[in-house]
């Protein structure tokens, strides 16, 4: 594959001090995501996975190594530098949807641009579009309160798509999901990674795992290719 790199960290650690205490997590992770490309990222409950996604999308520091998006070493940006670097390359979605509960879907969908500088009008536009790509077009304005949990967890994905990120970070998307919900989740990533986003997808399920080009497990710190079980 010769698609350009997004992202990319070399020998990533992170120690967690507690009082006298180190726990040492990551120790030496290396990852590289081009362009368009899907990738899993499996491993024991406890293991990093977390973590690591925090470390990738500049919401915590590592204790060494670095993370670079579009060559862009995070650490060497400023805090608010940090922000928009986040705001223009990476979109975010979590195990709880983490939508702001007083706004509705369109409102949710719409925020990351306007935080980014986009007007009303076209944040509100271009946030209808999304939200029709996920097939949530008829509840424009339904507050989260209101949605199934499914129909929640796609607007959460629409919001991270809005502004085009060269990749979208996942961290157990569909792990507070049935089991129908979560199939309409992952037809949902297949249909979207056919664009040029990455994904970076964080799962304790082997099916999820499947639909990714690359399977990684994070072991003792330390990320390692899975091989694919023939299909
Ligand atoms: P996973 O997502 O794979 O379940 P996490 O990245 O959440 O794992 O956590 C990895 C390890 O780091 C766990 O042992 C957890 O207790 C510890 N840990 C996570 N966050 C913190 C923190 N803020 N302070 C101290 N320890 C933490
Ligand atoms: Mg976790």
Redesign the pocket.
């Given at each position: 594959m010769n698609n350009a790199l997004v992202l990319r960290c070399e020998q990533l650690g992170r120690v967690?001090r507690?009082g006298s205490r180190e726990?040492q997590?990551l120790n030496g992770v290396e990852l590289a995501l081009r362009d368009g490309e899907k990738i899993a990222i499996v491993?024991a409950?406890?293991?990093?996975?977390?973590?690591l996604l925090n470390l990738l999308g500049g919401l915590d520091t590592p204790s060494r190594g670095r993370v670079m998006i579009r060559g862009q070493d995070l650490a060497a940006l400023g805090e608010r530098a940090l922000c928009r670097w986040r705001n223009q390359h990476l979109g975010f979605v979590y195990q709880f949807h983490h939508l702001l509960p007083e706004f509705d879907a369109r409102e949710n969908v719409a925020m990351p641009l306007l935080i980014g500088g986009a007007g009303r009008r076209s944040a509100w536009q271009a946030a209808e579009a999304v939200l029709a790509q996920v097939g949530m077009q008829h509840r424009l304005q339904h507050r989260p309160g209101e949605l199934s949990g499914g129909e929640r967890q796609r607007v959460a994905i629409a919001r991270a798509l809005v502004t085009q990120p060269d990749c979208v970070l996942m961290d157990e998307p569909t792990g507070n999901l049935d089991p129908e919900s979560a199939e309409q989740v992952l037809a949902l990533i297949d249909s979207l990674s056919a664009a040029s986003t990455g994904f970076i997808v964080v799962t304790h399920d082997p099916r999820i795992a499947q639909r990714m080009d690359r399977t990684l497990e994070?072991r003792q710190g330390a990320l390692l290719e899975q091989p694919r079980a023939p299909a």
């Open positions: 967690y507690d726990v997590v491993g409950s406890g293991s990093g996975k977390s973590t994070l």
